[in-house]
C-alpha cells in the first residue's frame, strides 16, 4: 500500500514537471474533492486537470513539484490519510496538502484533496 501512495505523488511531480494538467490530475478519482492554495473547491478530476493546465501556461511554466510526504495512516484496508508538504521551485513556494487516498477496484488514488500555502509563505 504505501508503495502505490508514494506513487501518486511521483506522478503528480512528473505531470507538474511536463506542464501536463491531465498527467498531473491522473492521480485524482473521477470525483475528487479539491481544495486549492486559495480556498477554492474544485470537483472533479476535469476540474483539477483544466485549473493545473492554466497555472502550468502561466505562473507555473517551468517550475517543479517536489513532494515529500510526512504521513500515511491507514484509516481501513482501502483508506488511508495522507500529509504532505510540497515545494515549488523556482517560484520559492511551499504548500502543507492533508489528503484521503482511496483503493477502487484495486487502483489507489487520492478522493480528497485540501492544500494550502503556511502562513508567511509568498
Given at each position: ?9 511521483q ?94 477496484d484495486?487502483v ?13 509563505n509568498?
Amino acid at each position: 500500500m504505501t508503495e502505490q501512495i508514494y506513487s501518486l505523488w511521483q506522478r503528480m511531480e512528473r505531470g507538474w514537471a511536463e506542464g501536463d494538467g491531465d498527467a498531473f490530475a491522473s492521480v485524482f478519482a473521477q470525483d475528487v474533492d479539491f481544495v486549492t492554495v486559495r480556498g477554492e473547491e474544485l470537483f472533479g478530476r476535469r476540474a483539477v486537470a483544466q485549473g493545473h493546465g492554466r497555472l502550468f501556461a502561466g505562473p507555473y511554466r517551468d517550475t517543479k513539484l517536489t513532494a515529500e510526504i510526512s504521513l500515511i495512516r491507514p484509516l481501513s484496508s482501502d483508506i488511508s490519510l495522507v500529509h504532505v508538504t510540497s515545494s515549488i521551485t523556482p517560484a520559492g513556494i511551499t504548500t502543507h496538502a492533508q489528503a484521503v487516498v482511496v483503493q477502487r477496484d484495486g487502483v489507489w488514488e487520492i478522493a480528497a484533496f485540501h492544500n494550502m500555502i503556511p502562513k508567511g509563505n509568498p
